[in-house]
Structure formats: structure tokens, C-alpha cells
């Protein structure tokens, strides 16, 4: 609901002689300002609810271990720590960072050593040892996911999980938005066989669901024996995107810089797993795909032609600073989001992927373990491969998705 507030003018009513006519205008002048509020969002994270009854009384006389990152403020953009620092009846005993570090700083895949202050969950270990945790009476957890699979902080979250289950702690999720519509899920379930660290349930490649929500999922899933608890968002609606959520933008890494990257990366985290560039070392990763070889123009054509929807796409060449062809001129396509409600970024880089074969078929090349864990199985590189249809690949995941949805169901909580 888009709507402009009304402005309340006293004179207008001077010359009104029904007195009660004007109150009763006025009234609804107030009513629909709140209408309008409510419409564009204020919403209230797990972190602006923690001092809130019942939950502040979670944490009286406890060692807090927190597993955070740069994301983990509250909507005045104040630390995890420093809130928690306010309340003098707990203690944060230990911090712990995912992929990227405590700051967001590093790029995907970088080793991060502890340090002093911070336990890193991604260089020696993912997961808190017995020994991080021995002065730790709860786990809070508190970071800002994008709504795809693909991205780890699920599956450091389920790590965390599994440790505080271990050592008998309290795991308690500060939920947060899911960034991209979570009324919509889209993409392959992914198969027992290739969960990683960038799939860890038996869910889409876009799932829908916040990550209080998925920590329900995973632990009914893998029978874990925790002491699960959830301090829940206020006055969100699941149908919101991240910008009508009233909430700032903090990228959760160095490539998710905005929402928009955050729209398109569930279909586009595919690109990582061939030798096109994804748009890393460039300003726009993953609304950036090409490579020093690519037809682009060609391409652009093909694609729009197809009439896919909510999105058009063209050309737009670029260097990438570092990751693939760093240095090089890329011929490329840039992906224009005109209508996201109605675009579908996984089936969208499938049809960019089986047009980029047929140009190129000597060209296109998978690096075939990680394509299969990012898409989940191993079945829609092959049919891409032989020239199948985006429909019929689309089509082959849509029972185990319908499924999904429907387990889906028991762990949402708004």
C-alpha cells in the first residue's frame, strides 16, 4: 500500500459551523495517517525487543555468549554488545563471527583467525568447541540473512545449534526480516547428498522463511535435543520487501551491498559455480554476468525476447577488480528488476545459463561439485547440458517443492 500522509490544517475547519463534523474529519484524518504507518512499516527486530517482557527476564544472571556480525544492531544502529552491556543483571562472556568476520570485511571464502575478543566460526572450526563455550550460559544469536540457501549464516546458525545442544545451552534466535518476499519460495529442494556449507536443509534454493523460522525447521528436522527460543519480530508482515520494513540496510557481506543484490541473488549465486564472472570486484555483483568471450549483445536479445518476467536484461561491459578475470574487459549483461513481484531470479539465470551454452558450447564451462551444491543436485546441470528446456527443469522440482511449502507451514510464526 503506497499512500501520502495527509496533513492536518486546524484552519480548514474554522469556517465549519458542525463542530462534531470537524472532530469526526479530524479523527479520520488521524486514522488514516496510522493506516498509512502501519502500511510502510515499523517493524521491530528481535534486537529492539530484548529489554520487552517476557525476554529480558531470559537473560538475568546469565554469561551470554552472542554470535553476530555488523548486521546485529538494534534499529538505532546500536551494537549487540553495547545493548546488551545496558543490562547490568547478564554478562556477554563471549563473541562469536561468521563467514566475513565480526565486521563484515572479508570476502567470500576468506580463512578468519580468532583474535582476543573474537572467536571466528569460519578458520579452524564452524562450529564453538566445548572449550569457547565453558564460561557461556546461552547462545544469541542475532545476524541478518538474505532469504537464499546459498548464503552460510544458516548453517553457521545450525553449527551454533548443534554445539549449544551438546553443551546443554540455552540457543536463543533475535529474529529478523527475510529480506525478498517471504510469501515466495522457488527453486530445487536440495538432496541429501550434497549438503554443504552453503546448503544445510532440506529446503529450495529460496525458501521464505526468516532465520527464527528455519532454526524451528532445523531443529525439528535433525531431531537436535536444544532448548530452542525465539524473541520474535513486531509488526511484520511477511509479504514485505526489506525497504518497506522502516529498517536500515546493512549489507550482511562485502557482495550483498544492497536489496537489489539481495532480489537477484537466488538465482544468480548459480553463476559462482561456471566460468562466467558473477559481477564480484565490481559495484554490482550478481546484477553483473559475462566474460571476456560472451556474445553479450546476442545474448540480452535472446533473453528479453523471451518476455521472462519482471526483468529485462542488457548489455554492459566491465573489469573486475579481483575474484574471476580480475583486470580483464568483460563483455557483459547487467539484470534490470522491473517488477519484483513478478520476477523469478532462479528461473531467470537458468534461461541466461542455457542460452550462454547454446552460444558458446565449447565455452561455458561448470565446475560441476559446487555447481551441484549450490543448486542442490546434480540433475539440472546435466539437463542443461543436453539442451533441456528451462521448463521441463522447472518442472521437475515442483513436486518436492510443493512439499516443502507444505511442511513449510508448521514452522512459521507470522
Known amino acids: 500500500m503506497n499512500c501520502d500522509r495527509l496533513s492536518i490544517r486546524p484552519t480548514r475547519f474554522v469556517a465549519w459551523q458542525d463542530k462534531g463534523l470537524s472532530l469526526l474529519i479530524l479523527l479520520g484524518i488521524l486514522l488514516f495517517n496510522t493506516v498509512c504507518s502501519l502500511a510502510t512499516g515499523y517493524v521491530k527486530t528481535g534486537a529492539d525487543r530484548i529489554f520487552e517482557k517476557p525476554f529480558i527476564s531470559w537473560f538475568h544472571g546469565k554469561r551470554i555468549g552472542l554470535v553476530t556480525n555488523q548486521t546485529g544492531v538494534d534499529r538505532d544502529l546500536n551494537t549487540l554488545a553495547g545493548l546488551f552491556s545496558r543490562n547490568p543483571n547478564c554478562t556477554v562472556t563471549a563473541v562469536f563471527a561468521p563467514e566475513h568476520g565480526i565486521g563484515g570485511t572479508a570476502q567470500a571464502g576468506e580463512h578468519i583467525a580468532s583474535s582476543a575478543e573474537v572467536f571466528s566460526l569460519y578458520g579452524e572450526t564452524r562450529r564453538p568447541t566445548p572449550a569457547m563455550l565453558a564460561d557461556v550460559d546461552m547462545l544469541v544469536f542475532d545476524i541478518q540473512d538474505v532469504g537464499s540457501r546459498c548464503y552460510t549464516y544458516v548453517s553457521t546458525m545450525l553449527e551454533c545449534m548443534k554445539a549449544a545442544a551438546s553443551c546443554k545451552i540455552t540457543f536463543i534466535v533475535l529474529d529478523r526480516p527475510n529480506p525478498i518476499d517471504a510469501t515466495r519460495t522457488e527453486g530445487p529442494v536440495l538432496e541429501e547428498g550434497l549438503k554443504s556449507f552453503i546448503g544445510v536443509g532440506r529446503v529450495p534454493i529460496r525458501h521464505g522463511m526468516t532465520m527464527a523460522e528455519m532454526a524451528l525447521f532445523l531443529e525439528s528436522d535433525l531431531q537436535l535435543n536444544l532448548d530452542l527460543r525465539i524473541v520474535p519480530l513486531a509488526g511484520w508482515n511477511r509479504s514485505q520487501w526489506f525497504g518497506q520494513t522502516g529498517l536500515p540496510w546493512i549489507a550482511p557481506s562485502p557482495n550483498m551491498p544492497t536489496g537489489n543484490t539481495a532480489t537477484v541473488y537466488p538465482g544468480f549465486c548459480l553463476i559462482e559455480g561456471t566460468n562466467l564472472s558473477e559481477g564480484r570486484g565490481t559495484t554490482q555483483p550478481f546484477e553483473l554476468v559475462g566474460a571476456p568471450?560472451?556474445?553479450?549483445?546476442?545474448?540480452?536479445?535472446?533473453?528479453?525476447?523471451?518476455?521472462?518476467?519482471?526483468?529485462?536484461?542488457r548489455p554492459q561491459s566491465f573489469q573486475p577488480t579481483f575474484s574471476k578475470y580480475s583486470g580483464q574487459f568483460c563483455r557483459g549483461i547487467q539484470i534490470h528488476i522491473l517488477d519484483r513481484s513478478r520476477f523469478e531470479p532462479i528461473q531467470a539465470?537458468?534461461?541466461?545459463?542455457?542460452?550462454?551454452?547454446?552460444?558458446?558450447?565449447?565455452?561455458?564451462?561448470?565446475?560441476?561439485?559446487?555447481?551441484?551444491?549450490?543448486?542442490?543436485?546434480?540433475?539440472?546441470?546435466?539437463?542443461?547440458?543436453?539442451?533441456?528446456?528451462?521448463?521441463s527443469i522447472v518442472e521437475k522440482w515442483q513436486a518436492d517443492l510443493e512439499d516443502f511449502k507444505k511442511t513449510r507451514e508448521g514452522y512459521l510464526l507470522y
Open 349 to 391: 539465470a537458468l534461461h541466461l545459463l542455457r542460452e550462454t551454452r547454446l552460444r558458446h558450447p565449447d565455452r561455458l564451462q561448470f565446475s560441476e561439485l559446487f555447481f551441484d551444491r549450490l543448486a542442490g543436485n546434480s540433475w539440472i546441470r546435466e539437463m542443461l547440458r543436453d539442451g533441456a528446456s528451462v521448463e
Open 293 to 313: 568471450w560472451l556474445d553479450a549483445s546476442g545474448l540480452a536479445s535472446t533473453l528479453n525476447r523471451l518476455g521472462l518476467p519482471g526483468v529485462r536484461f
